[in-house]
């Protein structure tokens, strides 16, 4: 079969494996503490899909504090990141390093949640501790010992080592920030009690729709006359686009690529396309003999045609990576070697490993063993399933046998726990937090596929830990050049956002640095 022919069936199969779907709302509960002016006779409501079940309003839980922050605009965090990945004053205003180990954030005064009472420092210290203690990687990814209260609008965050990119930490939608109120006198979570322009008003556990009306005493200036939104989670891409295909929402996010050409010649439907801080990656079990062999790692690496994956895979969807990291990202190391298209190294480079195609049957064997890998990767994120499928067709254009399965986040989670495969393609926000060192520590420092290179530890340490931003980028380029050239992961594609928006929708502003996407407060309904 020609290599052309197995990039046709992979987007020809995407096409077929999604599945129409819908949410409906059952149940109303947790009724709003606050007074909001909204008229049910004339709200104007502005309704988003959001990709993923929602099953608590606990910003301890990241799925539910993303929705919370980005989607709903109920919470807000201590500093925002802009789409250039600059920090921004937020709920605080300002900050300072004033130890190894110590910060102090001012503040910002006169803000209000939505049961009435002050965001003041002993409220923020209450709600940081809280989330230290009931969310892992808030704790991994901030370093938070404790917080001090110095007076009503200041606070001191210690940490449990030295870093320089705590104001970077808390813009995570993690931190997001709730009152004491928020939680009942047994210490359960009851309701999001955010500072945000809109105030959780019901969420229905059973179907996770949310909604939110807006906050007549939110601190800040928004102009638009959406009173109310409505979250709906749809994890099938497909009901999400047919949802914003029959106005059923107003907002889809990641829409199938196989649907693009049909909404962009839609009379109620715009399609915006959008670069992100995100990355498609390929990791290899490196428990597998053969791929603890890096010319086999680097063949297989040279073998995908990254820019035919981006141009015609993905049907323009994203970018073609020039390192780890988007070159946008002031930090990116553009100066690696990024395994362009050539077959005949890829081949070249599984000789050199012993692996050749010793009996003519069209695939590459060592010893009489057949190269043979399993390449797994999950549902949830478009590209995904297109580019497994046409990494197939790559390597069997240099005599690499593959199987490859397309699983949920969990079951591929649980695959790679147990080093139940050889390949998985994953997909991982880059500027979650924006800093030099958030995406090395998530996907490079004792990497869950076995890979761990002490230099490359090291040098993210020191970079964590620099206060001087020229030092800390070179830093973390140079750790980025050495998980170029280790190939034990690497990144394949950059992605691609794309929305299906309603014709009516005006202001809406993509950020670059988001998890997923944000909907700003002055996005509005014409």
């Not at 010893?367 to 790559?394: D, H, M, W």
Request: charged share 20%; glycine share 6%; with cysteine.
């Amino acid at each position: 079969m020609t290599l052309s022919k197995y990039i046709k069936i992979a987007v020809l199969g995407a096409m077929c494996i999604g599945l129409l779907g819908g949410c409906a709302s059952t149940n109303n509960e947790n009724s709003s503490q606050a007074t909001s002016s909204v008229s049910e006779e004339t709200v104007k409501t502005l309704k988003i899909a959001f990709p993923d079940m929602v099953t608590t309003t606990d910003p301890a839980n990241v799925t539910s504090a993303t929705m919370l922050k980005e989607v709903a605009g109920v919470c807000e965090t201590l500093v925002y990141a802009d789409s250039d990945f600059t920090l921004q004053p937020f709920l605080a205003e300002s900050w300072q390093q004033t130890g190894d180990l110590t910060w102090e954030f001012k503040l910002r005064e006169a803000v209000l949640f939505h049961d009435g009472t002050k965001l003041n420092a002993e409220a923020v210290k209450w709600c940081l501790e809280r989330e230290r203690d009931e969310n892992s990687a808030f704790k991994g990814s901030t370093f938070i010992d404790s917080v001090d209260v110095i007076d009503e609008y200041t606070i001191n965050i210690n940490t449990t080592q030295p870093t320089t990119e705590l104001p970077a930490a808390l813009s995570y939608v993690g931190t997001a920030i709730v009152a004491p109120s928020s939680v009942d006198e047994s210490g359960s979570f009851i309701k999001a009690v955010g500072t945000g322009y809109f105030m959780q008003t019901d969420f229905d556990e059973s179907s996770g729709k949310f909604t939110c009306e807006k906050f007549d005493d939110y601190w800040g200036d928004v102009k638009t006359s959406v009173a109310k939104r409505v979250v709906i989670p749809m994890t099938d891409a497909s009901a999400r686009s047919l949802a914003v295909q029959n106005g059923e929402v107003d907002i889809a996010s990641d829409i199938p690529f196989s649907d693009l050409e049909m909404l962009s010649s839609s009379d109620t439907v715009n399609v915006s396309k959008f670069n992100t801080a995100r990355t498609y990656y390929y990791e290899y079990n490196l428990d597998s003999e053969v791929l603890q062999d890096e010319n086999i790692r680097k063949a297989l690496i040279y073998a995908i045609n990254k820019e035919e994956i981006v141009n015609d895979v993905l049907l323009g969807v994203g970018g073609v990576p020039k390192g780890v990291l988007m070159e946008e990202i002031p930090w990116a190391n553009t100066d690696v070697d990024t395994y362009d298209y050539d077959v005949e190294k890829a081949k070249s480079l599984l000789a050199e490993a012993g692996y050749t195609d010793t009996d003519g049957d069209g695939f590459v064997d060592k010893n009489g063993e057949k190269l043979s890998l399993r390449i797994i990767s999950f549902t949830k994120r478009p590209g995904c399933q297109l580019i497994v499928q046409a990494t197939q067709g790559y390597f069997a254009n240099i005599g690499v046998d593959t199987t490859v399965e397309i699983l949920d986040w969990t079951a591929m989670t649980e695959e790679i726990a147990a080093g139940n495969y050889d390949m998985a393609l994953n997909s991982a926000a880059s500027c979650y937090m924006p800093s030099p060192t958030y995406y090395l520590n998530t996907v490079y420092v004792n990497a869950e596929n076995g890979y761990n290179n002490e230099e490359l530890n090291s040098l993210v340490s020191q970079s964590l830990a620099s206060r001087d931003n020229e030092e800390k980028y070179a830093l973390s380029k140079q750790a980025q050049a050495i998980g170029q050239n280790d190939a034990a992961i690497y990144t394949v594609a950059l992605y691609g956002a794309v929305f299906g928006l309603n014709l009516n929708i005006t202001n809406f502003e993509y950020n670059a640095a988001a998890h997923d996407f944000i909907v700003p407060y002055n996005v509005d309904l014409q």
